[in-house]
T-cell receptor, first 109, second 114 residues
Framework: EDKVVQSPLSLVVHEGDTVTLNCSYE??????LLWYKQEKKAPTFLFML????IEKKSGRLSSILDKKELFSILNITATQTGDSAVYLC?????????FGRGTQLTVWP | EAGVAQSPRYKIIEKRQSVAFWCNPI?????LYWYQQILGQGPKLLIQ????????DSQLPKDRFSAERLKGVDSTLKIQPAKLEDSAVYLC????????????FGQGTRLTVV
């Protein structure tokens, strides 16, 4: 059975801290790994990773994929209260998208 | 570009009643997904359509859940009869047929079964 595992499940930090969120996967026919941010109900897209070792960056967020070790990390530097959300990792295989349970990030002022 | 539209936003029903959710994907997106997200968990794929054909419904509880996508555009998801454990947010997402693109999500429908 395909599996996507995220850790930690929850994380509480103070503004200005740097956080690293982890996603490991075991799927057949891997095509891509995606990160989403979910604040209320609709997940919003952050990154898609398809190649190992190539970092994707957007402002204070960055992500990288290791296809040999089957994991990805999402880094957030200089966290702000607006970063508080659930961060979801999803793996795409032949058109299907399988999600992990998410990491609940809480940033205190 | 208009996003994925879902309705209703909220629904409260009693157990054993039936309920239907509607989704209008982004124009031109061939792939449509229905996910169930129970509080504290990640979205769980219920069914995936490509155009109006079912690609994957292996996790759809077919004794009570049904879904259709008429003419390869709008989709409805129905639950009949509902159980307490069906309380969740039901998310619809769509994706173009181009390889390796992200899926776009609607705002979801929060269902409470009492």
């Amino acid at each position: 059975e395909d599996k996507v595992v995220q850790s930690p499940l929850s994380l509480v930090v103070h503004e200005g801290d740097t956080v690293t969120l982890n996603c490991s996967y075991e799927v057949t026919n891997f095509r891509s790994l995606l990160w989403y941010k979910q604040e209320k109900k609709a997940p919003t897209f952050l990154f898609m990773l398809t190649s190992s070792g190539i970092e994707k960056k957007s402002g204070r967020l960055s992500s990288i994929l290791d296809k040999k070790e089957l994991f990805s990390i999402l880094n957030i530097t200089a966290t702000q209260t607006g970063d508080s959300a659930v961060y979801l990792c999803a793996v795409g295989t032949l058109g299907r998208l399988y999600f992990g349970r998410g990491t609940q990030l809480t940033v205190w002022p | 570009e208009a996003g994925v539209a879902q309705s209703p936003r909220y629904k409260i029903i009693e157990k054993r009643q039936s309920v239907a959710f509607w989704c209008n994907p982004i124009s031109g997106h061939a792939t449509l997904y229905w996910y169930q997200q129970i509080l504290g968990q990640g979205p769980k794929l219920l069914i995936q359509f490509q155009n109006n054909g079912v690609v994957d419904d292996s996790q759809l509880p077919k004794d009570r859940f049904s879904a259709e996508r008429l003419k390869g555009v709008d989709s409805t998801l129905k639950i009949q009869p509902a159980k307490l454990e069906d309380s969740a947010v039901y998310l619809c997402a769509s994706r173009p047929l181009v390889a390796r693109t992200e899926a776009f999500f609607g705002q979801g429908t929060r269902l409470t079964v009492v």
